[in-house]
């Protein structure tokens, strides 16, 4: 146990850059925080610091140690966060990176209902196209759809979506209604690139097709608002386009056939999350669960 306390005195000596300011930190006396720094300098049998009158280095080994140290600390510092926050709410302020259209038109009824759950929490969220850097920026989670995530993150699956075929009443009433998957190469299509492949499933069955239009977007709200002003036929999940389905601004096509399913992940730096993370990617995982797709177009 002493090794231990010994350790997180030394990452505190690190981190402050001096043992003054460590030990103004810790409310111990600088010269039993030097004392203390030596003997484990002299269990260890390595020299850790290089110390002058100014300031202190870290020696080779001494990095090496900072670098297990700190993680070590960090996670006992959490463990008793954790426990300690079992039996109070947690607080504090919440950075989240979320998918424009999918928080705007599906999580944010969730988010709400999050919040009154939890009033010591404050928001800050970026809903923008971008992929954050978890690492190098202040955010505590990020929400993610598609395909595998970065292998360097921790990645919670919080739900599978499954992509159908929509379109307005006015376009079919225009251009027809396709009664199988390669009659979507005579429509016009919205997506992110003019000209792509969608692949449909049915059961065992699956169909290829290249499809395009006059549109090129990189906004998911931007072609599915196209679509409601009968310029072409998506594929998209339910989830995203319900408010048009109820409205009849879209309806469903080739009900029996649908896309390739994707995940949402809520992404994170590490494993070891306070608990106002921890609470919100559980309360998601929750909820989504709840709310998963059926099937049904």
Sequence with gaps: MELLNDMALFVEVVKAKGFRSAAEATGMPNSTLSRRISALEKAIGLRLLHRTTRKIELTEAGQIYFERCKRIVDEARLAHEQ????????????????????????????????????????????????????????????????????????????????????????????????????????HSCLGILRTSTWTMFRGQDSESVTVGGRFQLNSVGMIRRLATLDRGIILMPREIVEEDLAAGRLQPILSDWHGKPMSVYAMTETRLLPAKTQRFIEFLQSRLSQRRATGVP
């Design 83 to 186: 426990l300690g926050e079992m039996l109070a709410q947690p607080g504090g302020v919440l950075r989240v990176s979320l998918p424009v259209d999918f928080a705007v038109t599906y999580l944010a009824p969730l988010i709400t209902e999050f919040a009154d759950l939890y009033p010591g929490i404050t928001f800050d969220f970026d809903l923008t196209p971008r992929r954050v850097d978890l690492v190098s920026e202040p955010f505590d989670v990020a929400i993610r759809m598609g395909e595998s995530p970065d292998s360097q993150l921790i990645a919670r699956n919080l739900a599978t979506l499954t992509p159908f075929l929509y379109a307005s009443p006015g376009y079919l009433q225009q251009s027809g209604v396709p009664s199988h998957p390669q009659q979507l190469a005579q």
